[in-house]
T-cell receptor, first 113, second 116 residues
């Protein structure tokens, strides 16, 4: 039972390159979330998926797209990376039919040069 | 606007002493409140939550938190700190309005430093 997994763990991109961050959960939770963590700013929500087949913007969606592939998987895509997207990205999974407790993956540390 | 504030960037405490990490919130309706801990180069780990009921909730690793509705606070406490408690702590609130999305609003984090 792995919980929430993310790949890759580290990535370095050049400005303008694209990439997809992968997230999968085996907790059977209905909702999944993508956050970015920057020093002194806590976690900020990029996009979320309240249930399979739906996605919505969070606080900082610009420059990102998401896909809820199925109940287990929720990917985050950077179409044209910018240095401002240098951050640590966390995927979360939670059950809104319960207590909203979210569980998080280990994170992806992304550097855009 | 809904928000969470952690007024201290860093809290320093000696091992064996009690610790408190402060959190205040502003949301509409009844909040669900959470504390998470992040060790260096790791993801966030769930510590405890308040949903309803007893204002004092107990969580992992000997931590507890007290919900105070009148002061809109949810401070994290531990009677006796350990060096291994040194980490980054986040307070979060779930805003349950008309649409139940389970989104969490996080504070900016407080670094806890426990010295031997």
């Amino acid at each position: 039972n792995a919980g929430v997994t993310q790949t890759p763990k580290f990535q370095v991109l050049k400005t303008g390159q694209s990439m997809t961050l992968q997230c999968a959960q085996d907790m059977n939770h209905n909702s999944m979330y993508w956050y970015r963590q920057d020093p002194g700013m806590g976690l900020r929500l990029i996009y979320y998926s309240a249930s399979e087949g739906t996605t919505d913007k969070g606080e900082v969606p610009n420059g990102y797209n998401v896909s809820r592939l199925n109940k287990r998987e929720f990917s985050l895509r950077l179409e044209s990376a910018a240095p401002s997207q240098t951050s640590v990205y966390f995927c979360g999974a939670g059950d809104t039919r319960g207590t909203d407790t979210q569980y998080f993956g280990p994170g992806t540390r992304l550097t855009v040069l | 606007a809904q928000s969470v504030a952690q007024p201290e960037d860093q809290v320093n405490v000696a091992e064996g002493n009690p610790l408190t990490v402060k959190c205040t919130y502003s949301v509409s309706g009844n909040p669900y409140l959470f504390w998470y801990v992040q060790y260096p180069n790791r993801g966030l780990q769930f510590l405890l939550k308040y949903i309803t009921g007893d204002n004092l909730v107990k969580g992992s690793y000997g931590f507890e938190a007290e919900f105070n509705k009148s002061q809109t606070s949810f401070h994290l406490k531990k009677p006796s700190a350990l060096v291994s408690d040194s980490a980054l702590y986040f307070c979060a609130v779930s805003s349950r309005g008309s649409s139940n999305t389970g989104k969490l609003i996080f504070g900016q984090g407080t670094t806890l430093q426990v010295k031997p």
